[in-house]
């Protein structure tokens, strides 16, 4: 028995060395071979169900403790696994059931401990929140080696607390009644440097494994970003080239269109070239025709004339001089359209079966047989030569206007 508290706590020596405490006599945990169980909940602070080591090992010595976390009765309430240290003044442990989340845990009765909210502790100050919890299934590995505390979680690294001093005993504080946790080891000497090497040869590899997983990770992050600047690269050429395919098609059309402009122009000018030559060659052979129709009017008048010639050597009325009291054109045909009323009569006297051009205006210009030019230019005559002979007569103007038709005998006599 353990009487160096209050004489309210006291405690009882485990099957492996492990002290449990008590309450009035009241047993507050139960141990099976090596699971410790808690049987009550924790009171007012002072009374948690607490499991003690025997084996007090100096904090400059080496050991180490594995523990299975077995059931975790409650999320309400914490499971905490460190060590107590001896106090500084007197060289005591505190009362066994005291909870180490108190003042006293810190200077005067130190506490450090791996909580199951992921804190490391030293009495009711936190030295380092790790956010790494546990619970049913874990396995807490605390490790003292060069006055220091190591803690892990599987094997995985949690947190130190430095500058532990005096003589250390290991512990497990339960607060709700159920949880259960196991002592799996529990190593001095030899064991416990070749516990400890084993630790730091995992982590090195654990190290060296997650530097490998960074570098691997880096690499595919590389990769990935090569990749992806290659494909936006790729991207980027496509869209080049296809800006440029679409520039040039661009380009081509409008080379196309330019040319069919010209080709359309040249076509406008070449048309315009055929019509002017059309046109030219239309007026030129309009000019040859009126030419030749004028050649033929000039032969036709100079055959007419040429007739008229022969009729009057035949009939011995031609002179090859002049008359100077002879008609113009102009006055024989001023003379037959005067006449008009009278034509139809003349031309019966004349033996011509009916009026030329009687559906044409008076105006028209009469085309005469040779008889029907030299009678009536011989008619215009001899009214010329009276006129001159009588003064006092009316003039041949007078005489050409239209007077009522007489009635003849013979043709001759009209002539």
């Known amino acids: 028995l353990d009487h160096r508290r209050s004489g309210l706590g006291r405690c009882s020596t485990m099957p492996g060395g492990w002290l449990l405490s008590k309450v009035n006599g009241a047993e507050r945990t139960m141990v ?48 905490f696994i460190g ?16 909870d180490w989340f108190h003042s006293t845990c810190i200077d005067e009765y130190p ?35 060069d006055s220091s505390l190591t803690f892990t979680k599987n094997n ?18 339960l607060h709700r009644p159920g949880d259960k946790i196991l002592l799996l080891k529990e ?20 190290k060296q494994k997650k530097a490998e997983e960074e570098r691997r990770v880096a ?33 081509m059309e409008e080379e196309r269109l330019r040319r069919e402009e010209e080709v359309l122009a040249l076509e406008a000018i070449e048309e315009e070239k055929r019509r002017v030559k059309i046109e030219e060659e239309r007026l030129r052979l309009l000019e040859i025709k009126r030419a030749r129709e004028k050649e033929a009017e000039a032969a036709r008048k100079a055959a007419a004339q040429e007739q008229i010639q022969k009729i009057a050597r035949s009939r ?50 009469l085309t005469l047989t040779p008889q029907q030019h030299h009678a009536i230019k011989e008619h215009l005559t001899n009214l010329k030569r009276r006129a001159k002979a009588s003064p006092g ?23």
């Open 316 to 365: 011995g009325g031609y002179t090859e001089t002049q008359d100077p009291d002879a008609p113009t054109e102009k006055e024989i045909q001023a003379y037959i359209r005067g006449c008009l009323p009278l034509r139809y009569a003349s031309a019966r006297q004349m033996g011509m079966t009916k009026l030329p051009g009687v559906t044409e205006t008076a105006a028209m210009r």
């Open 111 to 145: 506490a450090y401990y791996y909580s199951s909210d992921g804190d490391l502790c030293w009495g009711n100050q936190v030295v380092r929140s790790t956010g790494c919890t546990y619970g049913n299934g874990d396995v807490i590995n605390i490790q003292l080696h």
């Open 83 to 98: 060590v107590e240290a001896t106090s500084v003044k007197d060289g005591q442990l505190m009362f066994l059931g005291q």
């Open 393 to 415: 007569e009316s003039s041949p103007q007078e005489s050409t206007k239209p007077t009522k038709p007489q009635s003849a005998t013979t043709p001759k006599a009209a002539q």
């Open 219 to 251: 690499a595919n992050k590389q990769q990935a970003l090569e990749e992806e600047q290659a494909r936006l690269a790729f991207l980027e050429e496509q869209q080049r080239q296809k800006e440029e395919e679409e520039t040039r098609a661009k380009e």
């Open 187 to 206: 190593l001095t000497g030899a064991g416990a440097v070749k516990d400890i090497r084993g630790r730091e040869e995992y982590e090195v590899r654990t």
């Open 156 to 173: 995985d690294p949690v947190g130190n607390i430095e500058n532990i001093k005096g003589f250390v005993r290991i512990g497990v504080q």
């Open 32 to 79: 099976e071979d090596t699971l410790l169980t808690a049987l009550r909940g924790a009171e007012g602070g002072m009374f948690v169900p607490t499991g003690r080591g025997a084996l007090e090992v100096a904090s400059t010595e080496k050991a180490s403790w594995h523990f299975k976390v077995m059931d975790k009765a409650s999320n309400n309430g914490c499971i």
